[in-house]
DNA sequence: TCAGGAGCTAC
RNA sequence: GUUGUAGCUCCUGA
């Protein structure tokens, strides 16, 4: 325990990266893409177990979430992720095991966090233990290619390839294409908090995930206890813990009905009259019980179309009356079908024709431009206070950097959150303005570096804040690092999500991922090879490194073409302190290593006759020598 | 091309 | 120390 809290205190926050490779190494997207076909088909599955706990969905499992930000930092057992990756593949793979096999998950160590939208308010997080994670990840990875093929369209929160941008895009759409000038704007009370266990597990089974076994492990995820601040341990009745690593899907598992629900209600709907009373809408039969709800029904509704984003979610009508009945049906619906009550003060309806309506930080109306109705969007007025206040402390931080800053520092962080605000809010159609305000409000404080700021920089500077800034006058630079100007942005129109993205088939992988550029047998060969008294971390870069050179050895460029040949180096030997992290591994030929390593006269001229050097590999042989405490040698 | 690290957003 | 999912931007190494 001790040993984690030092490390924690020295190691660096990793960050996530794309994932989409990690599968590839694993050689586990084949299986993903089958269990998403086989959803898509309608198929259900009673027996997923093996699958979720094989072992290199395991290992997939830890590659995925020791980049997290997260992993080091402990639950309620201290432990963090160097507790994981110190063990061999082999023994991580039966821990998990054991641990499942009567699962019962630690306690979730509840912390209170203010909100980013609004700091006054705090919002509880549940962070789960490393191997709660560990375990979590393992069941997402499965059951995310099931859920993707049931999910709707329009759900954008929380799920592969989808974001916010598409979000806005397809409302701006509905606005104005399909001119539907009325929203609904709902706002569940505390929604992650208030979810109803058993009405998920239903959700579970509808969606085709029969798994008894897994559905009894679920139940033990939501059931754990919760370690409050004060110390203090309790039990949750509902609530999904917001921290959880399936905490995202499971909402979007309770909320995808309401999705096709929605869209089902309207009379003359396309899709629901073609797939046939509302039934077997993409390939979910968890409709039937749809008559009751009779406040809609009725009312042969006309078109309307919902927009969800995680809880957040916006249903766009034809015109009041509908938006008002919408509201209602809705709201009953949420309470009768998921027991979720809606805000009745956040909860309303929106003439967008007279209002604003406020979504996902941007906040958008119609006004008429030449006779035609089109969608005119600013930042909200929260975003716009909240960076302000971000913004002014980010300059006094360039002016009097705190201590552990430097002014270099400072001015890095300040363009990489203004490039940040911009590139977020440069989808409202009015963005200019509110950075022009913004900028404006900054102008005192900006007074405070005083003529630090110079029109010119000292020598000829490039990088990503002189190509995207330099055009514009209120470009500022300090010696060579040059100032973002917070008022210049341009609106950038959002882009819907082309419907040709995926990531569980392999023609929609193709328009976002690239294959690996060499013959990935010899990856799986050495996938496949236990490695004997060597740690998680170590298997597990010694994958990504393979990859990163191409499958070639880093001194020689020689292409492997034997397992054994493949050898995974320590530039600094674990008994000098070296660690099995990736940057301190190297993968080299068998008589490269053996070269590095070689004290003995005899044994350094047989191997550099048989691999006969160049200059530059030589050098390349010479600095791993130096590393490992060996002198140079020479042809 | 790979990896890691910094920033931003939404919820 | 603040977790999680998703998306975006940039930088640095090999």
Not at 226 to 232: F, P, V, Y
Request: aromatic content about 8%; some cysteine; overall charge positive.
């Amino acid at each position: 325990m001790v040993t984690e809290n030092k490390r924690r205190s020295t190691t660096k926050k990793p960050k996530k990266v794309n994932n989409l490779r990690y599968a590839e190494y694993y050689d586990m997207q084949e299986t993903f893409d089958g269990l998403y076909a086989k959803a898509a088909k309608g198929e259900t599955f009673d027996s997923l177990m093996d699958l979720i706990f094989s072992k290199d969905n395991i290992l997939l499992a830890y590659r995925n979430i020791k980049g997290n930000g997260g992993s080091v930092t402990p639950g309620t057992d201290g432990l963090t992720i160097r507790a994981i990756e110190k063990c061999s593949p082999e023994t991580l793979v039966q821990k998990v095991r054991n641990i499942t096999k009567n699962y019962s998950p630690r306690a979730v160590r509840r912390k209170e966090i203010p909100k980013q939208s609004d700091p006054s308010k705090t919002r509880p997080l549940g962070i789960p233990c490393i191997w709660d994670r560990l375990i979590q990840q393992c069941i997402l990875q499965v059951l995310e290619p099931i859920c993707e093929a049931k999910f709707s369209e329009n759900s954008y929160g929380f799920r592969p390839n989808r974001d916010c941008e598409q979000a806005i895009a397809a409302s701006y759409r509905h606005m104005q294409q399909s001119h539907l000038h009325y929203v609904v704007e709902f706002d569940i009370k505390g929604f992650f908090d208030n979810v109803d266990h058993s009405k998920l597990i239903k959700q579970m089974w509808a969606l085709g995930i029969r798994d008894k076994r897994l559905i009894y492990i679920v139940k033990r995820i939501l059931k754990a206890p919760i370690q409050l601040e004060n110390g203090t341990t309790a039990a949750p009745v509902k609530g999904t813990p917001q921290g959880g690593i399936i905490s995202p899907l499971l909402a979007n598992i309770v909320l995808n009905e309401l999705d096709w629900w929605v869209e089902s209600q309207w009379a003359d709907n396309p899709v629901a009259v073609a797939r046939g009373r509302n039934r077997q809408l993409g390939g979910n039969t968890v409709f039937d019980k749809s008559h009751g709800y009779r406040a809609m029904r009725t009312t042969r509704l006309k078109e309307m179309h919902i927009v969800r984003y995680a809880d957040d979610f916006r249903i766009f009508c034809q015109n009041k009356d509908s938006a008002e009945r919408t509201l209602i049906a809705v709201t009953k619906w949420l309470k009768e079908r998921l027991r979720l009550d809606v805000s009745p003060e956040k909860t309303q309806v929106v003439n967008l024709n007279k209002h604003y309506s406020e979504f996902l930080g941007i906040k958008m109306r119609l006004t008429k431009k030449k006779n035609k109705l089109v969608v005119q969007s600013r930042v909200s007025e929260k975003a716009v206070k909240r960076i302000k206040t971000e913004a002014k402390q980010k300059i006094k931080n360039i002016a009097r950097p705190p201590k552990g800053m430097t002014e270099a520092r400072a001015i890095l962080n300040y363009n990489a959150f203004v490039m940040g605000e911009h590139n977020y809010y440069q989808m409202a159609t009015g963005v200019s303005l509110d950075f022009r305000d913004i900028g404006y409000e900054l102008t005192r404080t900006m007074k405070r570096l005083g003529d630090r700021l110079k029109k010119e920089p000292k020598d000829n500077i490039g990088g990503a804040v002189v190509d995207r800034y330099s055009c514009s006058k209120l470009m500022r630079y300090i010696k060579n690092l040059p100032v973002a100007p917070i008022s210049y942005v341009r609106t950038k129109a959002p882009m819907c999500k082309k419907r040709s993205i995926q990531k569980y088939t392999p023609e929609g992988r193709a328009e976002i991922h690239e294959n690996l550029g060499f013959d990935t047998k010899m990856l799986r060969a050495l996938l496949r090879q236990e490695v004997h008294e060597q740690s998680a971390a170590y298997a597990d870069n010694r994958l990504s490194l393979f990859c990163a050179q191409y499958g070639k050895c880093a001194v020689t460029g020689q292409v492997f073409e034997s397992l054994g040949d493949i050898h995974c180096h320590h530039k600094l030997p674990k008994n000098r302190g070296g660690r099995d992290n990736y940057q301190n591994l190297i993968i080299v030929r068998e008589s490269v290593h053996i070269l590095i390593h070689a004290t003995s006269e005899s044994t350094i001229a047989k191997c550099l006759s048989e691999l006969s050097l160049n200059k530059r590999q030589l050098a390349k042989l010479n600095k791993l020598r130096k590393e490992a405490g060996n002198p140079p040698v020479s042809a």
